[in-house]
């Protein structure tokens, strides 16, 4: 059944890939960016699908955008909360505006994007939730004390509005991807990105539509039991 679709962070990366994967399922899919105009634009004339620009760390932003979006394709009944951003440095080095940035803008933002769609849910009787979280998250990683508070939680967030949101119809769950070949993970030094993937069994980097794949399924009607879980996508890497 074709329903509204947001998706945060929607229109690279990982995002994209979930975007697309939502459109070919038959949803009116909504994507949402932060700054890159350009590439933004060229996801829409790829895909068809509209692209709204908000901070995902700002809850008024994300009110009003959200209400745009409702105004344009109708209510929200999928939400998936994937933008997100990396700040890396040892902690030593790490200072208070990146730990700062990358909570606001991982964390918080989950917030700011999830609440604004929620009451709606509950009137409506159904919901789907999910949080893109991370490897990083589940075991912590090295120069990513930041990035893993809030990957790790997601899962605290998943889980409690798994809870609340159970009786309602509405389901919250999380992705965790491994290491997936974007430029995210391209932007790590070449020398280190060698080693991640030699810790990888599947000895590869994995693909942005393997994660949109484990996306498509929980936010469909059939998967209306899956809730508060965690799909691991990592090609074997780590085991939680
Ligand atoms: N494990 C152990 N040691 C590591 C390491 C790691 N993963 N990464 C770096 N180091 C070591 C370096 O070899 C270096 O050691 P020496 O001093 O003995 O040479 C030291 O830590 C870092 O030294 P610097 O003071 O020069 O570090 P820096 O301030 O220049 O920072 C860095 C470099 C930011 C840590 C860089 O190495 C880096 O980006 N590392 C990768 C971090 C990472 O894996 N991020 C994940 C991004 S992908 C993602 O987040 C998506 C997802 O969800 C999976």
Same mark, same amino acid.
């Given at each position: 059944?074709?329903?509204?679709?947001? #998706? *945060?962070?929607?229109?690279? &990366? @990982?995002?994209?890939?979930?975007?697309?994967?939502?459109?070919?399922?038959?949803?009116?899919?909504?994507?949402?960016?932060?700054?890159?105009?350009?590439? !933004?634009?060229?996801?829409?004339?790829?895909?068809?699908?509209? *692209?709204?620009?908000?901070?995902?760390?700002?809850?008024?932003?994300?009110?009003?955008?959200?209400?745009?979006?409702?105004?344009?394709?109708?209510?929200?009944?999928?939400?998936?909360?994937?933008?997100?951003?990396?700040?890396?440095?040892?902690?030593?080095?790490?200072?208070?505006?990146?730990?700062?940035?990358?909570?606001?803008?991982?964390? *918080?933002?989950?917030?700011?994007?999830?609440?604004?769609?929620?009451?709606?849910?509950?009137?409506?009787?159904?919901?789907?939730?999910?949080? @893109?979280?991370? @490897?990083? &998250?589940?075991?912590?990683?090295?120069?990513?004390?930041?990035?893993?508070?809030?990957?790790?939680?997601?899962?605290?967030? @998943?889980?409690?509005?798994?809870?609340?949101? !159970?009786?309602?119809?509405?389901?919250?769950?999380?992705?965790?991807?491994?290491?997936?070949?974007?430029?995210?993970?391209?932007? #790590?030094?070449?020398?280190?990105?060698?080693?991640?993937? &030699?810790?990888?069994?599947?000895?590869?980097?994995?693909?942005?539509?393997?994660?949109?794949?484990?996306?498509?399924?929980? #936010?469909?009607?059939?998967? &209306?039991?899956?809730?508060?879980? *965690?799909?691991?996508?990592?090609?074997?890497?780590?085991?939680?």
């Amino acid at each position: 059944m074709g329903r509204v679709a947001l #998706v *945060t962070g929607g229109s690279r &990366g @990982i995002g994209a890939a979930i975007s697309k994967s939502l459109l070919a399922d038959g949803h009116k899919v909504a994507a949402t960016y932060a700054g890159n105009d350009d590439a !933004a634009a060229a996801f829409t004339k790829e895909t068809g699908i509209k *692209t709204y620009k908000w901070n995902v760390a700002d809850y008024d932003a994300s009110a009003a955008g959200i209400a745009q979006v409702e105004g344009d394709l109708g209510p929200v009944d999928i939400v998936v909360a994937n933008a997100g951003i990396t700040r890396d440095a040892p902690f030593h080095k790490m200072t208070p505006e990146q730990w700062k940035e990358v909570i606001d803008t991982n964390l *918080t933002g989950v917030f700011n994007t999830v609440h604004p769609v929620w009451s709606g849910m509950r009137e409506r009787k159904f919901g789907r939730v999910v949080v @893109i979280s991370s @490897i990083n &998250g589940q075991k912590g990683q090295f120069a990513q004390v930041n990035y893993a508070a809030t990957k790790a939680g997601d899962l605290g967030i @998943i889980k409690s509005l798994a809870q609340e949101g !159970a009786r309602a119809g509405i389901t919250a769950n999380a992705v965790c991807p491994g290491y997936i070949a974007t430029e995210m993970v391209m932007a #790590v030094p070449e020398k280190v990105r060698e080693s991640i993937i &030699g810790q990888i069994p599947a000895g590869r980097l994995g693909e942005p539509e393997e994660i949109a794949r484990c996306v498509s399924f929980l #936010v469909s009607d059939d998967a &209306g039991f899956v809730n508060g879980s *965690t799909i691991s996508a990592n090609g074997a890497q780590f085991f939680s």
